[in-house]
């Protein structure tokens, strides 16, 4: 069974940093491009970054570009999603999401960011 | 940036009657490969997004038989077959053609 369990969500001060993780089982991790997309409260669906298999290739959303960074361990089956720089704008929910076909996401990782 | 426009907004629907919400694209998402990615998902409330209908027209393994796709080049379609009333939630449109990924805004799908 394919699991994405995000974790590393939290409270943050405007300004502050955050390192989300997601820890994948039931499928060969080391092979697939990866995603993180957030959703803020109420609102749509956002990409925001994608790494390929062997970290070759990574690209962001221009929102995020210059204060997130997005990395990889694949002998520990595990994405990561580094946020500095933290605006009230970036406050949602993270989900860590397999590629291609974008077909398991996990239960996703509540960021807040409020002084 | 390719923008979706999905219609209708939202949606009221009869349980056992069919459904149906289209997605239009700015772009065309038909990749040289042969490939056109377009990408249908439902967000039931509370939960995480789930994939219904990749490449247009291929149903997940996890999807109901009761959804299918259609639809070529800017055009797309999600039809339910008939509706229950587990299919409640937001419906999503998401291309993967070209960077940034995009998703449509969303459309609220409720029953009567």
């Known amino acids: 069974e394919v699991q994405l369990v995000e974790s590393g969500g939290g409270l943050v001060k405007p300004g502050g940093s955050l390192r989300l993780s997601c820890a994948a089982s039931?499928?060969?991790?080391?092979?697939?491009?990866m995603n993180w997309v957030r959703q803020a409260p109420g609102k749509d669906l956002e990409w925001v970054s994608s790494i390929s298999s062997g970290s070759d290739y990574i690209y962001y959303a221009d929102s995020v570009r210059g204060r997130f960074s997005i990395s990889r361990d694949n002998a520990k089956n595990s994405l990561f999603l580094q946020m500095s720089s933290l605006g009230p704008e970036d406050t949602g929910m993270y989900y860590c999401?397999?590629?291609?076909?974008?077909?398991?996401w996990g239960q996703g990782a509540l960021v807040i960011v409020s002084s | 940036d390719v923008v979706l426009t999905p219609t209708p907004p939202s949606l009221s629907v009869t349980p056992g009657q069919p459904a149906s919400i289209s997605c239009k694209s700015s772009h065309s998402l038909l990749h040289s490969d042969g490939n056109t990615y377009l990408y249908w998902f439902l967000q039931k409330p509370g939960q995480s997004p789930q994939l219904l209908i990749y490449?247009?027209?291929k149903r997940f393994s996890g999807a109901p038989d009761r959804f299918s796709g259609s639809g070529s080049g800017t055009n797309f379609t999600l039809k339910i077959s008939r509706v229950e009333a587990e299919d409640v939630g937001t419906y999503y449109c998401?291309?993967?053609?070209?960077?940034?990924?995009?998703f449509g805004p969303g459309i609220k799908v409720d029953i009567k």
């Open positions: 039931g499928f060969d991790f080391n092979t697939y491009t």
């Open positions: 490449e247009v027209f």
């Open positions: 998401m291309q993967s053609i070209q960077l940034p990924f995009t």
């Open positions: 999401l397999k590629a291609s076909p974008f077909d398991y």
